[in-house]
T-cell receptor, first 113, second 111 residues
Framework: GAVVSQHPSRVICKSGTSVKIECRSLDFQATTMFWYRQFPKQSLMLMATSNEGSKATYEQGVEKDKFLINHASLTLSTLTVTSAHPEDSSFYIC?????????FGPGTRLTVT | RKEVEQDPGPFNVPEGATVAFNCTYSNSASQSFFWYRQDCRKEPKLLMSVYSSGNEDGRFTAQLNRASQYISLLIRDSKLSDSATYLCVVNSRGGGNKLTFGTGTQLKVEL
């Protein structure tokens, strides 16, 4: 099956700083990638759809200026959490579409202190 | 009302038991349905797609009732390694491959 990687797997940052998370499709090209967030004991919530070469589409309630998404190539999408706050602490997971199936990255656990 | 609803559990069952999970979805225009498995602090992994005719994969059987907007997953002869959270997932946006996840049902299989 297709492989999607994420980096870093875990990050701790101070309140007010920015954090960049990378999502890569390792053995296929993905024109569309998705970013999800999962709080403890809750479901994955779609944050935005990342389209290669164009602006991301954000879900209702997700601040596009706070969660910056860049999809500059067919194998890489990045999510930058700007001016992070403790309430942004969560598990961030990306996925990439290939052959009508979504493949998930291993996730990034963000802790903001 | 949530788009995809599941009983959160946990379901604690002995090894070898049969266990059934239920899920309902609110969008009648939903087109594709899946069960994913998520282990603690890991990403979700596709367990199986769910088809209108029902489908089986080894010990796992999935059923879909479009009229009732209801999806089920049956696990027979449960193993310790089946312990995980099972996520009911629906593609309800009419294309674009956007998935909506239920909160998941936690299964604990015990000796």
């Amino acid at each position: 099956g297709a492989v999607v990687s994420q980096h870093p797997s875990r990050v701790i940052c101070k309140s007010g700083t920015s954090v960049k998370i990378e999502c890569r499709s390792l053995d296929f090209q993905a024109t569309t990638m998705f970013w999800y967030r999962q709080f403890p004991k809750q479901s994955l919530m779609l944050m935005a759809t990342s389209n290669e070469g164009s602006k991301a589409t954000y879900e209702q309630g997700v601040e596009k200026d706070k969660f910056l998404i860049n999809h500059a190539s067919l194998t890489l999408s990045t999510l930058t959490v700007t001016s992070a706050h403790p309430e942004d602490s969560s598990f961030y997971i990306c996925s990439a579409s290939w052959d009508n199936e979504q493949y998930f990255g291993p996730g990034t656990r963000l802790t903001v202190t | 009302r949530k788009e995809v609803e599941q009983d959160p559990g946990p379901f604690n069952v002995p090894e070898g038991a049969t266990v059934a999970f239920n899920c309902t979805y609110s969008n009648s225009a939903s087109q594709s349905f899946f069960w994913y498995r998520q282990d603690c602090r890991k990403e979700p992994k596709l367990l199986m797609s769910v088809y209108s005719s029902g489908n089986e994969d080894g010990r796992f059987t999935a059923q879909l009732n479009r009229a009732s907007q209801y999806i089920s997953l049956l696990i027979r002869d449960s193993k310790l390694s089946d312990s995980a959270t099972y996520l009911c997932v629906v593609n309800s946006r009419g294309g674009g491959n956007k998935l909506t996840f239920g909160t998941g049902t936690q299964l604990k299989v015990e000796l």
